[in-house]
């Protein structure tokens, strides 16, 4: 999908993504599974530093409200957990 792990610490992780034309759905926008998927990504990444080695974790809900769309003009976006 073309997003990046840029930062990790205990309790914190951050991953960047620029939207382009390959993310887009056919309504001519960037989906917003781009979104989710960065959030879920940052949000159990930063889990996953508290954790002891070989303990497991599962996302239970999250929930995403899009106030602007995405599009390839956007530039680069980060999603912090």
Do not use: W
């Not at 992780?13 to 940052?42: K, M, Q, R, W």
């Amino acid at each position: 999908m073309g997003f990046f792990l840029k930062e990790v610490k205990p309790g914190y992780a951050s991953f960047t993504c620029t939207p382009s034309f390959e993310h887009y759905n056919p309504i001519g926008s960037v989906h917003g599974g781009l979104a989710g998927t960065l959030l879920d990504s940052c949000m159990s990444c930063a889990v996953q530093t508290l954790l002891a080695a070989g303990q497991g974790y599962t996302t239970l809900e999250y929930r995403v409200h899009l106030v602007r769309g995405m599009t390839d003009k956007t530039g680069e976006v980060r999603a912090e957990g």
